[in-house]
């Protein structure tokens, strides 16, 4: 299995599409490098000192860090989705996948290796770009979250949640069809955040319901608000009353047990995972 684990690594290490989004992800940053240390001194232009108890500094950093969240979480789910989509279906079509299962490795430790191997790969990916958006928001301005690590191990655990549910999806479907399929859970995923910021924003209750149920469901969008929250967890007074006004409003905290739901969530698409592959015909 750890023979299984390096293969996989080393495979998605020399693919030309993990180079495409070192590219995308260096461009990315450098624009970010720009636009931060731009937000920063727009933004006490016309704030001004303290006006309205407002820290203009906790508003410019707060914001636009938690665009360079999305970003990042858009990024690495983008890359889960390619090291996974013909994880499973695509290799058996070409003829790659039966030697393996047969002998000596099996289905199980198989399935396990590619899903250790890819998150492996997206969790150091969002870790990295999440740490250095953070040195280029600290540089820029010198402000900082509230809670440094946290935010970037759930989004760290999101990409990993669409890296299990592309594994699964590669049992069903070809890849491009995968593909397609896992990005667009990931888009409602966004949409059921949005619901809910709606509803909450019109005081619709049962739309609110909905899109928190539809969050969850989904739990790398949980994750998401939850990461967000914890940006300005500690920030109080009329600052943190714009920043529920704005871009930022998406946060919302989720509390203890999104750990205990998620892991039981990955438990249930890994035990599914498992017993469709064990039964598909190769």
């Not at 860090?65 to 079509?93: D, H, K, S």
């Not at 990916?125 to 928001?137: I, K, Q």
């Not at 714009?242 to 249930?268: D, I, N, T």
């Amino acid at each position: 299995m750890i023979a299984i684990v390096l293969y996989s690594l080393r495979e998605n290490l020399r693919r030309r599409m993990f180079a495409v989004v070192l590219l995308l992800t260096a461009v990315f940053l450098g624009l970010y490098g720009w636009g931060v240390d731009a937000a920063f001194r727009d933004t006490q232009s016309f704030v001004g000192p303290n006006d309205q108890g407002l820290d203009s500094d906790t508003v410019a950093g707060a914001i636009v860090f938690g665009l360079a969240m999305f970003a990042t979480l858009f990024l690495g789910t983008v890359l889960a989705v390619f090291l996974t989509l013909g994880a499973v279906r695509g290799e058996a079509e070409a003829g790659l996948l039966q030697p393996l299962v047969v002998r000596p490795l099996g289905r199980e430790k198989l399935l396990a290796g590619r899903f250790a191997g890819a998150a492996a790969v997206c969790v150091t990916y969002v870790l990295l770009v999440y740490a250095v958006a953070l040195a280029l928001t600290e540089r820029a301005g010198g402000w900082t979250p509230d809670r440094l690590i946290t935010p970037g191990l759930e989004l760290a655990a999101a990409v990993t949640i669409v890296a299990a549910l592309s594994l699964l999806g590669s049992i069903f479907l070809a890849p491009i069809a995968n593909g397609i399929a896992v990005l667009m859970i990931f888009g409602a995923g966004l949409v059921a955040g949005l619901l809910a910021e709606i509803g909450h924003a019109i005081s619709s209750h049962r739309l609110e319901h909905i899109g928190r149920i539809a969050s969850w469901f989904l739990p790398f969008e949980a994750l998401y608000q939850d990461a967000l929250h914890r940006l300005t967890v500690d920030t109080f007074g009329f600052t943190r009353f714009v920043l529920e006004l704005g871009p930022f409003g998406g946060s919302r905290q989720a509390g203890s047990q999104l750990l205990a739901w998620c892991l039981a969530y990955l438990a249930v698409v890994g035990a599914t995972a498992l017993l469709v592959f064990r039964r598909r015909d190769l």
